[in-house]
């Protein structure tokens, strides 16, 4: 089995990059002392990747958006090659807070994580779900992993990551709260299902599947082993060196 994969979203922080420096420095310190059973992906803003790729030199990094198109007139945007150009190895696509409030249609995401793959990045394709009514996994998750593997071939699955981030789930939302490690699995199951589908069993069973929604590392070993998830996507908690190292040693420890 592969080794658990720990990714930090650092969304839009810290402020300074001198502070990204030292988040960088303090997280590939824990890594080494604790992390080596495990990997390790940070994912700072833009201006910020270029510091972090000197603060660390065993753990990867990666960005948290790019563009479909590879060069050309398109302002403001980063394409999957300048990523791969500057040793980004990872990308988030489709997070919500993406979706929710900046418009980001199913349409774009596909366009994204096809150009992404296409790229050799490790794509990290966010999923999730606004609001649980029941304990049953809602169908907009398997809509939006459907509409964002539209046109993507079955060998460049292994480049995928899917991260099941329920919204709700999320740190800075409004009584938010972790999901728990049982439906969690369920997830797994659903979205295994769904991959089975498209693709064939085996593609499913090696597909990697993540959880991302305020995990720290005294709920993370729940998600890892009851609730069969191979990983996880990190907000706040990855902003604090000694809480994300933690994490990183629960998941280097769970495996
Ligand atoms: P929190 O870990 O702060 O809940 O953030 C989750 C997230 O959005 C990671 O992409």
């Known amino acids: 089995m592969s080794k658990y994969l720990i ?12 502070d990204a420096y030292v988040l960088a420095s303090r997280v590939e310190d824990g890594y080494l002392k604790f992390g080596k059973n495990v990997d390790v992906v940070i994912c700072p803003p833009f201006p910020y990747i270029a510091v972090v790729s000197t603060a660390v030199k065993k753990i990867k ?9 590879e060069k050309g007139a398109y302002t403001g945007e980063v394409s999957p090659a300048q990523l791969r150009d500057i040793g980004a190895t990872h990308v988030i696509l489709g997070h919500s807070e993406r979706r ?10 596909n366009k994204k994580v096809r150009a992404a793959l296409d790229h050799g990045l490790s794509t990290i394709l966010c999923i999730g779900e606004s609001e649980r009514e029941d304990g049953e996994i809602p169908a907009i998750v398997g809509e939006e ?22 919204v709700w789930a999320i740190s800075t939302g ?6 728990t490690p049982d439906s969690a699995f369920r997830a797994v199951l659903f979205i295994r299902k769904i991959i089975t589908g498209l693709y064939d069993r085996k593609t499913a069973d090696l597909l990697r599947i ?8 005294d709920n993370l070993y729940g998600f890892l082993t009851e609730g069969k998830m191979q990983g996880a996507l990190v907000g ?3 902003l604090d060196a000694d809480e994300f190292t933690g994490i990183i040693e629960i ?3 769970a495996r």
């Open 174 to 179: 409004k009584n938010a709260r972790p999901d």
């Open 100 to 109: 929710i409030h900046l418009g980001e249609t199913d349409e774009m995401v």
């Open 61 to 69: 990094y990666g960005a948290q958006n790019t563009f479909w198109a």
């Open 236 to 238: 706040g908690a990855g």
């Open 7 to 18: 990714v930090a979203n650092w969304k839009m922080n810290p402020l300074r990059q001198s």
């Open 251 to 253: 998941a280097s420890r």
């Open 145 to 166: 992993l459907v509409s964002a593997l539209a046109g993507v071939k079955k060998q460049l699955l292994k480049n995928l990551i899917v991260c099941y981030e329920p």
């Open 210 to 217: 993540i959880y991302g929604g305020s995990v720290r590392k």
